[in-house]
Every structure is written in structure tokens, then in C-alpha cells.
């Protein structure tokens, strides 16, 4: 993002009039800028001066500096010009000059900022430059929604956990409207602890069971991560479901959803899905009617998951309530701006041979090309043991609406057929694929760059990445290792949430730029808003 040329004029001796305005697209506003400020001063033995910023009659903001390079004193927007500021010479005399570098905040965003300089009579303006302070864009950031991450990995003592998740908290501005989203081990959830912290913080807090989350420098097995959503213009709903069961999957679905979208000001813009995992219901099946029942509305999430063999205690969770069976939805109604971004598989672990799908009935495939699966599978080499040695098969399938392919996995190979991640229409064209550990941290790397790139070009308040639990298995026995990559190249750029899903939910765009939501095996998903 680029400035306008600053306009400097001295308005009299001491005063000298700044404006700033931006070029930035009209949904963004000005909220923290830096400002690099030299004065010269003509008598530098006079002690220590000091520079005050205020503002223009016609701008309501007020500005509060930050990590100034000049000491700060208790009064809100002066600033003290310290003799150690002042550069000598190669002689070794002062030089009557003085940078001062500051990070500013604007307490109420504007597209505009107009400041006066108020400088004692020694002091004048020689030169102001915007934005230099900084190495990265600091103002391009959407006001209407920020974002706050807290965590912990105190599992042995979950009253700590408690005390240190609100002891972040404790000087963290929240506004009007406010709602947490949560990934943790399962031992925080019967424990009550996300009960507690709902109790203690008086938001709603949805998510569920995952094996592993992360936030900006922190992440692993046992971590509780909360990412509190806060905004003074954007509104939430939360909601639980009832109970979801094979033959009893719509109308727990519709009444969940019909009970969120009329709590809201206005239509969804977002909904976060957090589902369950079960043997006897798809999650595709779960998604599919909830995109009915919304008309397509951008829908991302994940399913439970958890640590234990056999996804046993992959819980889903309203504030002290939670279930295997139930879903949760947080519903969001505003200018949000998602953008989605999905890698599934290295592309040189992608086989070159496209297959069609002659015979399937849902989520079964009964035959490949004419042939049966296994068949099939056989003639690519892929099968070359007994089936009940193979856990999945990944593969690529084209829905032929201007997508990119989708990764599923195929599970339960027999001769009857395979059973698949996803609904697979006849007719489909599917491309089988490997994944492996050189797959995983690759198709890491690229989301994650993916969405540092869209930051940079579009502004970003936070990430939140779904990637599929299947990939630190893949990792083992390093399997924090993709935790560790997304960490080290989030860095501290913008608030970062990390939390493993049993199944991964997240919009694909069409040759129109449309959003088409989809359910996802294996792949790095994540969220820019």
C-alpha cells in the first residue's frame, strides 16, 4: 500500500500542519502508523524540549505513540526529545538534529489522519517522512474485526491453565462484540476448563478436540489455543446442534443453523463449522446440508479430533457443554472480507494417468475405468498387498465446475469397492497420488506463503490454518515438525491460530472467483480475514 504526498506547512513560527491520506481501498482504514520526524534545533544547549502532536480541529481521532525512540512522558501524545538522540560528527561535535521514530495508534480509524506539530521555539520541522519506521505495512489493516490469541500448555495443572490464559487476556481491549473459537486436547474439555474461562471472560467460546494446535511462537499435543474474534461493527452467533446420527442428519443441521442466523443483525457473511467425526456420518454429508440450508455462504472448519486411538474423545464444544455427536457453528454478519486458501499434494506426487468413475453410489466407488477398484488399484501398482494393510489411498477429483481437483482418501478397499472422504459422482475424473513427508511440508510452506502474499496485497487482521490430522501422522515420529514450519514462518506478522482437523472444511474458488464450499482430506487449509 502506498501513501499520497504528504503535505508539510508552517501554519507560524512554532506550528507546522501535517496530512496524510491514503490510497487504500475503502474498506480499509487508517489504525497505527509510524512516522519518522527529524528537527533541528537551534540552541542544543538548552536542554531537553519536547514535540506535541495534536490533532485538527476537523479530525476526531486521538493518537497514542508507542515504542517512541524518545522517552515518552505520562501525557498522551507529547513527546520528549533526549539529547542522546542528537548525531555527532566525524569531529565529534553535536549536531543540532534529531530522528525520532514513532508508532503511532488511531484510536478511532479514519481514511484520513491530519496532525499539528506543536514544537518549542528552538525546534524546527527539517523533515517528516511516514511509514519508514516500520519494515513492514502496518496500516492496511480492516478495522472492523481484530483478532487476539492466548494459549497454554499446562495440562497437569488445568487450574493454571485457567489462570494463564486470563492473565494474558488482562490487558487485551475487547470490544463491543466478542466470541472465542478453540482447539485442545480432550483433557481440557472434561476437566471444564473452557466452561471456566467462558464463565470468567462472558463470551461464547465453540470448537472442539484436536490432536494439536498452535498460535505466534507456541504450539503442540497438549496446547489449548483460544483465538478471541473481537469487533465493534461485526456480529456473532454461536450455536450447538442437537444430537447428529445416521438418519437424523438435516434437521438437527437446519435448526441449528435457522437458531444462528436469527440471532444476527443481518445475513451471515461467514460461518465456522466445528462437526463431529463419525463412522456412521460423513462429514462432507454434514456439510452438504448446511451449504443447502445457508445458500452457499463461505463455510470453514474442521471436524473433531483428538489424540487417542480411534478418535474417542473428539469432542465438540459450546462454552461447559460439549458432545461426540453435536456441531457447533459460530455465524458472522458484517464487512469481513474472507479469503480462502487450500494445497492438497505436492505436484510431482500426483500421478499422470486421469481415471474416470464409472460406478458410485455416494460415497462409495464401485469401479474405475470399467474395472473394479481393486482392479484398478492393481494395475497401478498402488495395491501390492493384502487390503487389509491399506489404511487410505489419496487421490484427486475433479467436480468439473472450474475448481481446482479435491484431495479425499479412499478407506475400506474390498471388492465391493472403496469407501471415500467425500461424495464421488459418477463420471468424475479422479488422479491418485502420494503423500509423504517432503509432500506435507511443502503444500506447509506454499498455503502459508500463499497467505502472507495476500496480506501483503490486501491487509489481513488474522490467519486461522486447518491443516488435515493425517499429516504429523505422516510426520512420526517428528510430528510437530509442520507446527514448527508454520511457526517460523508466521513469525509475529499477524495473529496466527493453528488447530489439526479430522476433516477439512474450506471454499475453493471457480473461473469466476465464486466460492464453492468443499470438504478436504490431507490438505493445509486456511482463512485470511
Known amino acids: 500500500m502506498k501513501t499520497s504526498r504528504t503535505l508539510l506547512t508552517e501554519k507560524s513560527v512554532s506550528h507546522w500542519y501535517c496530512q496524510w491520506e491514503t490510497n487504500l481501498p475503502s474498506r480499509f482504514q487508517i489504525r497505527r502508523f509510524a512516522l519518522t520526524l527529524e528537527i533541528q534545533d537551534s540552541n542544543p544547549f538548552s536542554g531537553s524540549q519536547n514535540v506535541c502532536f495534536l490533532n485538527s480541529k476537523h479530525q476526531k481521532s486521538t493518537f497514542r505513540i508507542e515504542n517512541s525512540s524518545a522517552k515518552r512522558n505520562s501525557k498522551i501524545g507529547r513527546v520528549w526529545v533526549p539529547r542522546r538522540t542528537y548525531l555527532r560528527t566525524l569531529t565529534g561535535w553535536l549536531m543540532p538534529t534529531a530522528r525520532i521514530d514513532l508508532h503511532i495508534n488511531v484510536d478511532t480509524p479514519a481514511k484520513r489522519c491530519r496532525l499539528f506539530l506543536l514544537l518549542t521555539k528552538h525546534f524546527s520541522v527539517r523533515r517528516i517522512a511516514f511509514g519508514s519506521a516500520m519494515r513492514r505495512v502496518i496500516y492496511s489493516v480492516d478495522p472492523m474485526l481484530s483478532v487476539i490469541n492466548v494459549c497454554t500448555n499446562s495440562i497437569d495443572d488445568l487450574d493454571t491453565a485457567k489462570e494463564e490464559i486470563l492473565t494474558q487476556l488482562k490487558d487485551k481491549k475487547l470490544l463491543k462484540n466478542s466470541v472465542g473459537l478453540a482447539g485442545c486436547h480432550s483433557d481440557y474439555i472434561e476437566e471444564g476448563v473452557i466452561g471456566a474461562l467462558h464463565e470468567a471472560l462472558g463470551f461464547d467460546i465453540i470448537g472442539c478436540g484436536a490432536f494439536g494446535t498452535a498460535t505466534n511462537g507456541h504450539g503442540g499435543l497438549e496446547q489449548l489455543t483460544l483465538t478471541i474474534l473481537t469487533s465493534d461493527d461485526v456480529t456473532f452467533a454461536t450455536v450447538l446442534s442437537d444430537t447428529i446420527a445416521k438418519g437424523a442428519v438435516d ?20 460461518i465456522f463449522m ?40 473428539s469432542y465438540v464444544f459450546k462454552n461447559g457443554d460439549s458432545d461426540l455427536r453435536k456441531m457447533a457453528l459460530l455465524m458472522m454478519s458484517g464487512n469481513i472480507n474472507p479469503r480462502f486458501h487450500v494445497t492438497a499434494i505436492a505436484s510431482r506426487n500426483i500421478q499422470q494417468n486421469n481415471a474416470i468413475v464409472t460406478g ?33 489411498v489419496p487421490f484427486l477429483v475433479d467436480f468439473g465446475d472450474g475448481t481446482d481437483p479435491v484431495a479425499y482418501s479412499m478407506y475400506e478397499i474390498s471388492e465391493a469397492g472403496a469407501h471415500c472422504g467425500g461424495a464421488i459422482p459418477k463420471g468424475a475424473k479422479i488422479t491418485f497420488a502420494e503423500v509423504d513427508v517432503n509432500s506435507v511440508m511443502e503444500t ?69 472467483h465464486g466460492i464453492v464450499n468443499r470438504f478436504h482430506n490431507l490438505t493445509y487449509t486456511l482463512v485470511v480475514f
Open 251 to 270: 434437521a438437527p443441521i437446519e435448526k441449528a443453523y435457522l437458531a444462528g442466523k436469527n440471532s444476527l443483525d443481518s445475513d451471515p457473511a461467514l
Open 444 to 512: 506447509a510452506e506454499t498455503t502459508i506463503k500463499a497467505a502472507l502474499d495476500d496480506m501483503k496485497k490486501n491487509g489481513a487482521n488474522g490467519i486461522i490454518a486447518i491443516p488435515c490430522v493425517s499429516r504429523p501422522l505422516i510426520l512420526s515420529p517428528t510430528v510437530e515438525l509442520e507446527i514448527h514450519k508454520s511457526l517460523e514462518l508466521i513469525g509475529d506478522q499477524v495473529p496466527f491460530m493453528l488447530i489439526y482437523s479430522g476433516g477439512e472444511i474450506c471454499p475453493l474458488y471457480n473461473q469466476q
Open 360 to 392: 458410485a453410489d455416494g460415497y462409495l466407488v464401485t469401479s474405475i475405468n470399467d474395472m473394479s477398484v481393486v482392479d484398478y488399484l492393481n494395475s497401478l501398482g498402488i495395491i501390492t498387498s493384502e487390503l487389509s494393510t491399506i489404511t487410505m
Open 274 to 313: 466445528f462437526g463431529p467425526i463419525m463412522s456412521d456420518v460423513i462429514g462432507d454429508q454434514m456439510l452438504g446440508k448446511l451449504n443447502r440450508v445457508c445458500g452457499g455462504v463461505p463455510i470453514f472448519g474442521t471436524l473433531a479430533n483428538d489424540t487417542s486411538s480411534g478418535y474417542t474423545k
